[in-house]
């Protein structure tokens, strides 16, 4: 179980602009990502299962993702069953262990928005920063978010996620950076990713439009 240091620091949350391209802004709102797409860190294993390094997984819709850190792999923990802190109970973590590493998450294709909720691995105030990067591996720049972690299992760790009009990320960062008598480990909930692009179709939808252009072909014919 992943082990939490007490704090008496009080609740604060402050956000704190790190620097990046005019493309890129923040997120801390899961609804503003507008997902189209997620991951749900259950899909890699039930609680307290081993993560390896380099673990290839798919997104709910199928899109498939890395996450990588410094090779030692990562661990499934539940909120509420392996994990204490302000996650909503159920939740599915994904955690970095208690080596300090980065999270990276790198996508099969380009996407417009993505983030998550983040939470360090000790009680109090913590920073977390998330770093975005395109297909070639061109830093687009990053952002700071300062957040709180007790364990109230209440749903408000703080959500950590950029988006960039440019539609140009493929990979994230997500760190949080060392302080003073603290570990940098910490663990996010479900990611929510916005592909930028139009939903796909029905079957049903598809049909539909099928018979439409059925329809107006033979209507052409009879003109």
Request: charge should be negative; proline fraction near 4%; include cysteine.
């Amino acid at each position: 179980m992943a082990i939490r240091k007490a704090s008496i620091i009080l609740v604060t949350t402050a956000l704190c602009t790190a620097y990046a391209s005019a493309s890129l802004t923040l997120v801390t709102s899961r609804a503003a990502i507008g997902a189209t797409d997620s991951i749900n860190w259950s899909s890699l294993g039930s609680t307290f299962t081993h993560v390896a390094d380099g673990t290839i997984g798919s997104t709910v819709n199928g899109m498939n993702f890395s996450v990588t850190g410094l090779g030692q792999g990562f661990e499934r923990r539940d909120e509420s069953n392996g994990w204490l802190g302000n996650f909503t109970p159920g939740d599915a973590l994904l955690w970095t262990t208690t080596d300090p590493q980065p999270m990276a998450l790198t996508f099969a294709q380009s996407v417009m928005a993505v983030g998550a909720n983040i939470s360090a691995d000790y009680f109090g105030a913590f920073t977390a920063h998330i770093e975005a990067f395109d297909g070639i591996g061109t830093d687009l720049g990053g952002f700071d978010l300062a957040g709180n972690n007790q364990p109230t299992e209440d749903g408000s760790a703080v959500f950590l996620g950029v988006m960039s009009t440019a539609g140009d990320i493929q990979k994230v960062v997500f760190t949080v950076p060392v302080t003073t008598g603290t570990n940098n480990d910490f663990s996010i909930n479900s990611v929510s990713l916005n592909c930028g692009c139009a939903p796909v179709p029905e079957p049903a939808s598809v049909a539909v439009l099928g018979l439409g252009a059925i329809g107006l072909i033979r209507r052409r014919r009879k003109a």
